[in-house]
């Protein structure tokens, strides 16, 4: 399983200053319940973003061309490298940004979950466009300060 996970601003911010721009304790913690035990795929930016990566549950794979070296990551220089070797570790396969890497996520995700975050924010990254016509949806659940959608391709 392939799945796409981001958190989106009303007006389709994501990130801001190599951040997320809001604090959302309980969708942070949702977050982190989807991307658990799995593989989780991002992007050198969002790498570093990443505070307490949790080694002991979850494998990571940050695609890079200018990155050696990190240790217990994986450094694949393309999307398609950092798939394959993501199918080689046999878990649950999570794509958690930025931007390019969830464009070339979407030509092979087949699970996509978005929690669209209520507020608009500033912000210097946005998620791209997608084919909401691909997908269909699995399962919503309104939290208070997001909306959580699961949704499979169709
Ligand atoms: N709201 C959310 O759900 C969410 C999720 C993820 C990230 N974010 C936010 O988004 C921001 C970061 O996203 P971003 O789009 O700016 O950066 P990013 O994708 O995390 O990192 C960009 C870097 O990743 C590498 N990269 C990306 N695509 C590549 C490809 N196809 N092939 C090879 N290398 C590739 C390159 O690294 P090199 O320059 O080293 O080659 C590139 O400079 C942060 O603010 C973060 O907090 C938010």
Same mark, same amino acid.
């Given at each position: 399983?392939?799945?796409?996970?981001?958190?989106?601003?009303?007006?389709?911010?994501?990130?801001?200053? #190599?951040?997320?721009?809001?604090?959302?304790?309980?969708?942070?913690?949702?977050?982190?319940?989807?991307?658990? #035990? #799995?593989?989780?795929?991002?992007?050198?930016?969002?790498?570093?973003?990443?505070?307490?990566?949790?080694?002991?549950?979850?494998?990571?794979?940050?695609?890079?061309?200018?990155?050696?070296?990190?240790?217990?990551?994986?450094?694949?220089?393309?999307?398609?490298?950092?798939?394959?070797?993501?199918?080689?570790?046999?878990?649950?396969?999570?794509?958690?940004?930025?931007?390019?890497?969830?464009?070339?996520?979407?030509?092979?995700?087949?699970?996509?979950?978005?929690?669209?975050?209520?507020?608009?924010?500033?912000?210097?990254?946005?998620?791209?466009?997608?084919?909401?016509?691909?997908?269909?949806?699995?399962?919503?659940?309104?939290?208070?300060?997001?909306?959580?959608?699961?949704?499979?391709?169709?």
């Amino acid at each position: 399983m392939i799945t796409i996970v981001a958190a989106i601003s009303k007006n389709n911010v994501i990130g801001n200053n #190599g951040m997320l721009p809001w604090d959302i304790p309980e969708e942070f913690n949702l977050f982190l319940s989807i991307i658990d #035990g #799995g593989t989780i795929i991002v992007g050198r930016k969002t790498w570093n973003s990443i505070k307490s990566p949790d080694f002991t549950r979850k494998k990571y794979i940050v695609v890079s061309k200018s990155l050696d070296k990190i240790e217990n990551v994986s450094i694949c220089k393309t999307f398609n490298e950092a798939i394959t070797l993501a199918q080689s570790f046999n878990r649950d396969i999570h794509v958690c940004g930025g931007v390019d890497i969830y464009k070339e996520a979407f030509k092979v995700a087949d699970t996509l979950i978005i929690s669209y975050i209520k507020k608009s924010y500033d912000g210097d990254t946005y998620f791209p466009k997608f084919n909401k016509d691909d997908w269909k949806i699995e399962k919503t659940k309104e939290y208070d300060e997001f909306n959580f959608v699961i949704y499979k391709k169709k």
